[in-house]
């Protein structure tokens, strides 16, 4: 079974609609992140969590939110969605092994439309 | 703002043929740098990861470097296959950002 799990891997929706992403992780890991990848973009970071009680913003965190609701569930939801979120959705993990070195493990994915 | 960029954006080899991929970052002040191989429908998987103390790092067929002072890593892929066919992905651990930032990538095509 796959350490990284990301549901669904597809959804087409219509603007508006609330939406919400799931991921789950069974390495133990306290850290765990939300990406998004657009086409000859690289990913970017929308939101980060070191552990429960730490969320964190990232780079483009405006129009999403997140819950973390245990060590290996971290939950991304677009409230309202647009077509401009159309992307490609990463979560990872990641634990830190020495000083700030951290490697992180990524899900297969979520390939989200907005209509 | 760390900023990360890659060149060539695609590459397209013959089988058999060794190959650099480039990265450089603008804020020399980094822990660490990966570099990732990314699949069509999958994640992304790590290759190698360089510590800011290192200067290379070596996994079967690859090796990465890290010159930190001028900015620059590059991938070596030596004897390449057609399995190596994938997009790479470099990425930089900014202490103070405490996050990685990534690179656009190079898609390369490695053909029989």
């Known amino acids: 079974d796959a350490d990284v799990t990301q549901t669904p891997r597809n959804r087409i929706t219509k603007t508006g609609k609330r939406i919400m992403l799931e991921c789950s992780q069974t390495k133990g890991h306290d850290r765990m992140y939300w990406y998004r990848q657009d086409p000859g973009l690289g990913l970017r970071l929308i939101y980060y969590s070191f552990d429960v009680k730490d969320i964190n913003k990232g780079e483009i965190s405006d129009g999403y939110s997140v819950s973390r609701q245990a060590q290996a569930k971290f939950s991304l939801s677009l409230e309202s969605a647009i077509p401009n979120q159309t992307a490609l959705y990463f979560c990872?993990?990641?634990?830190?092994?020495?000083?700030?070195?951290?490697?992180?493990?990524f899900g297969p994915g979520t390939r989200l439309t907005v209509l | 703002k760390q900023e990360v960029t890659q060149i060539p954006a695609a590459l397209s080899v013959p089988e058999g043929e060794n190959l650099v991929l480039n990265c450089s970052f603008t804020?020399?002040?980094?822990?660490?740098l990966q570099w990732f191989r990314q699949d069509p429908g999958k994640g992304l998987t790590s290759l190698l990861l360089?510590?800011?103390?290192?200067r290379e790092q070596t996994s079967g067929r690859l090796n990465a470097s890290l010159d930190k002072s001028s900015g620059r890593s590059t991938l070596y892929i030596a004897a390449s296959q057609p399995g190596d066919s994938a997009t790479y992905l470099c990425a930089v651990w900014t202490g103070s950002a405490r996050q990685l930032t990534f690179g656009s990538g190079t898609q390369l095509t490695v053909l029989p």
């Open positions: 360089i510590q800011s103390s290192q």
């Open positions: 804020d020399s002040a980094i822990y660490n």
């Open positions: 990872a993990t990641s634990v830190i092994t020495s000083g700030e070195t951290d490697t992180q493990y």
